[in-house]
Structures are given as structure tokens and as C-alpha cells.
């Protein structure tokens, strides 16, 4: 069993940067993958970014790439998303996920683990 506490999310001006942090529950932390995905209201839930277990895969969406960086801590059982050039579009609540399997980490219902959600709100 995973638990997940997202944070960092907030209210930020167009251009702005936020950094959300996903801290992990058990001692299981480094057997995970771990996801971020985010859902805008009246939106189906979009895949952002992943990261393998130690860190040395990351794949992003197209709306992240070169503006997003997802990283890890194993130490600290914690995933980040540093999110800069922020832009209103990128407003929705974002929440962390993981599962055991690099593979299919587009699909949110392939992940077995999820957190509650934080809300980031991008006013222009």
C-alpha cells in the first residue's frame, strides 16, 4: 500500500513558476514509477510526466516539455514537478500517481496509486 500527499500547488501569474512536491508513504518508495497527471474542470484527466524508479527515465507530454521537470528523491520518498513559463491553460488540479511498470504510463488507469490532488490556478 502507497499513500500519496501532494503539495505546492497555488495561485500564480501567467509566466510564473510553482514547484509541486508528492510525498510517498512505506519504505516501497523506490519500486514505484511515478506520474503526473492533471485535471482541468469539464476535462478528461491528462497525463504531464513520469519518472522511473531511480530517476533515469522521464518522458513528458507535449504541453511539458521544455517548460516541466519531474524529478525524485528516494531518500525522502518524494517526486517533484518543477513547472516554469506557467500559462493559464495549465490551470487544474494536478495529482501524483504510481505504479510498479515503465510501460502504458500515459494511461491513468494504469496506475494502482493515487494522491488527492492539488490545485494549480495560472491567472493571465
Known amino acids: 500500500q502507497v499513500q500519496l500527499v501532494e503539495s505546492g500547488g497555488g495561485l500564480v501569474q501567467a509566466g510564473g513558476s510553482l514547484r509541486l512536491s508528492c510525498a510517498a508513504s512505506?519504505?516501497?518508495?523506490?519500486?514505484?514509477?511515478m506520474g503526473w497527471f492533471r485535471q482541468a474542470p469539464g476535462k478528461e484527466r491528462e497525463f504531464v510526466a513520469v519518472?522511473?524508479?531511480?530517476?533515469?527515465?522521464?518522458y513528458y507530454a507535449d504541453s511539458a516539455k521544455g517548460r516541466f521537470t519531474i524529478s525524485r528523491d528516494n531518500a525522502k520518498n518524494t517526486v517533484y514537478l518543477q513547472m516554469n513559463s506557467l500559462i493559464p491553460e495549465d490551470t487544474a488540479v494536478y495529482y501524483c500517481?504510481?505504479?510498479?511498470?515503465?510501460?502504458?504510463?500515459?494511461?491513468?488507469?494504469?496506475?494502482?496509486?493515487w494522491g488527492q490532488g492539488t490545485q494549480v490556478t495560472v491567472s493571465s
Open positions: 512505506g519504505r516501497t518508495f523506490s519500486s514505484y514509477c
Open positions: 519518472i522511473s524508479w531511480g530517476g533515469g527515465r522521464t
Open positions: 500517481a504510481a505504479r510498479q511498470v515503465y510501460s502504458d504510463y500515459t494511461i491513468p488507469l494504469e496506475y494502482d496509486y
